[in-house]
């Protein structure tokens, strides 16, 4: 089955502490990938994107994920969270063809609580 | 509008009854979804629009679900006789065209109650 999949649901950290979310997907042929931020009483925002070239790519807010396609992972860090890091974090894959082209497939989300 | 706007932001209905959920997609956009956001599911796709047409209504979870979009822009999702585990929130995005390597914009979304 086509998935993706976020390996912590929820992740509790202090100010200035590095953060890693991970994200690893299931699809065999070309995909894009998304992170998507959802902060307390907000709508969905994009983070930051992978469609090709480099496989390090930056975000907004000092976020960066890599590809890494041998592992089929896109995982999320930043050095160092801030108490407005707080929200809830979807990874999210759309694929190149195919009868779902455009669909986003999202992970279930991981809380991400910085404490001050 | 600047953004994809979505009304009402909250809806309360019996079982049984009939709503209609509205999206205003950004302005150019030929792109527009519908996804479910519930406890229980996650983040699920229901439908693409690409333009009036819709290639992918395959996430629609019964034929009590329906969805519309008339000029290009505005697009309807009607849930006919409401069952209570279609309690949700209803989030409509929309992109440019090119879908797949095309960013999604989300509006705030519908939270329906079915009570």
């Known amino acids: 089955a086509q998935s993706v999949s976020q390996h912590n649901h929820h992740v509790i950290l202090s100010e200035a502490a590095s953060l890693e979310l991970g994200c690893n997907y299931s699809y065999g042929g070309t995909v894009n990938l998304f992170w998507y931020v959802q902060y307390p009483g907000q709508h969905l925002q994009l983070l930051l994107k992978y469609f090709s070239g480099d496989p390090l790519v930056k975000g907004i807010k000092g976020f960066e994920a890599e590809f890494i396609k041998s592992k089929f992972s896109f995982n999320l860090r930043k050095p160092s969270v801030q108490w407005s890091d707080t929200a809830e974090y979807f990874c999210a894959v759309t694929r190149d063809r195919g009868s779902t082209l455009g669909r986003l497939y999202f992970g279930r989300g991981t809380q991400l609580t910085v404490w001050p | 509008g600047a953004g994809v706007s979505q009304s009402p932001s909250n809806k309360v209905t019996e079982k049984g009854k009939d709503v209609e959920l509205r999206c205003d997609p950004i302005?150019?956009?030929?792109?527009l979804y519908w996804y479910r956001q519930s406890l229980g599911q996650g983040l699920e796709f229901l439908i693409y629009?690409?333009?009036?047409?819709?290639?992918?209504k395959s996430g629609l979870p019964s034929d009590r679900f329906s969805a519309e979009r008339t000029g290009g822009s505005v697009s309807t999702l009607t849930i006919q006789r409401t069952q209570q585990e279609d309690s949700a929130v209803y989030l409509c995005?929309?992109?440019?065209?090119?879908?797949?390597?095309?960013?999604?914009?989300f509006g705030a979304g519908t939270r329906l109650s079915v009570l």
């Open positions: 995005a929309s992109s440019q065209s090119l879908p797949g390597k095309n960013i999604q914009y």
């Open positions: 629009f690409q333009g009036n047409s819709a290639p992918d």
């Open positions: 302005s150019g956009h030929t792109a």
